[in-house]
């Protein structure tokens, strides 16, 4: 299950997830139309994939995600578990600390902290010995981005909560580890990046000058979801082009 596939950087790891044979699916709230199209994308290349909305950040988001998912499972008569748990459906939001509002701390926080922990705590009940917990951070938690601050705290948690859980699930097999891309072209920054100078800005973060795609993304994801990455938990690999180094 890859949340918030509908758009950016969950569509690339969901489209790239189905094409090494995961059945995936593809979580989303708004976007019902575009959530349809990465279905249909990841079954036109041979793949399966399907929906599954459900609005995250409110009370009881976890358990209606897992009920559309086990009902879905039990529609093609498959057991309710889960594999690989990508945890990537986040809201950002800009503001410097003389402009944060308690209601901004509460939106990002709810969705990006709240509902994580919810959503994993269900998730590891229908995981079995060697399931796979990806984290979707940021480079934030290493770079100073005060333009967002709480949104840089929100991955700050997350940060924490993968190595607490990479500790609590080793016994299970389980791996828990988070992925800090850097700035990548999607909705989440269009603004940041409608003008050149604030594209150029961008791209002169990373040292091959250039804006992260989800593509870029997904096969680090790839590899984390696979076998061969067994041995490696509760690290922050951090996929942002060099950024700021
Ligand atoms: P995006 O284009 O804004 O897409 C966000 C996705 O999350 C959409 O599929 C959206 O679903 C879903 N979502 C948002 N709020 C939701 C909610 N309350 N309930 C359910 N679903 C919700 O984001 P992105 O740029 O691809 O970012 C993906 C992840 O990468 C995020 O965790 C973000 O923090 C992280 N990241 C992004 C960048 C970047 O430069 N883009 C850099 C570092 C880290 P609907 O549209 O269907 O509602």
């Keep these: ?6 758009r950016g950087i969950g569509r690339g790891m969901a489209e790239r997830l189905a094409a090494e044979g995961a059945l995936v699916a593809v ?10 199209e990465v279905v249909d994308s990841i079954r036109s290349r ?15 988001d976890a358990e209606a995600l897992y ?5 879905e499972l039990a529609r093609r ?5 889960l594999d690989i ?20 701390v509460d939106r990002i926080f709810s969705v990006n902290v709240t509902s994580l922990l919810f ?43 993968t190595i607490a859980l990479a500790k609590e699930l080793g016994p299970r097999r389980i791996t828990v580890n988070t992925v800090s891309p850097g ?23 990373s040292v091959f000058n250039r804006i992260g795609e989800p593509s870029d993304i997904a096969g680090i994801v790839a590899f984390l979801a696979s076998p061969d990455s067994q041995w490696m938990t509760g690290q922050r690999i951090e996929v942002s082009g060099g950024s700021h180094l």
């Design 119 to 161: 959503v994993i705590q269900e998730g590891v009940r229908r995981m079995g010995e060697g399931g796979r917990i990806i984290n979707i951070s940021s480079a934030v938690t290493r770079v100073a981005y005060p333009e967002s601050v709480v949104y840089s705290m929100s991955k700050g948690a997350m940060d924490t909560l």
């Design 77 to 81: 008569g498959t057991e309710p578990t």
């Design 1 to 6: 299950m890859v949340t918030g596939a509908s």
């Design 46 to 60: 041979g793949g399966d994939a399907f929906t599954l909305r459900t609005e995250l950040g409110v009370p009881g």
């Design 183 to 205: 700035f990548v072209a999607t909705d989440m920054n269009a603004g940041l990046r409608s003008t050149p100078a604030g594209a150029a800005r961008l791209a002169d973060m």
């Design 85 to 104: 748990l990508v945890n990537n459906a986040a809201v950002s939001g800009s503001a410097r600390l003389h402009e944060v509002t308690p209601e901004l």
């Design 67 to 71: 009920t559309a998912l086990d009902a």
């Design 27 to 36: 979580h989303y709230f708004n976007s019902a139309t575009a959530a349809g």
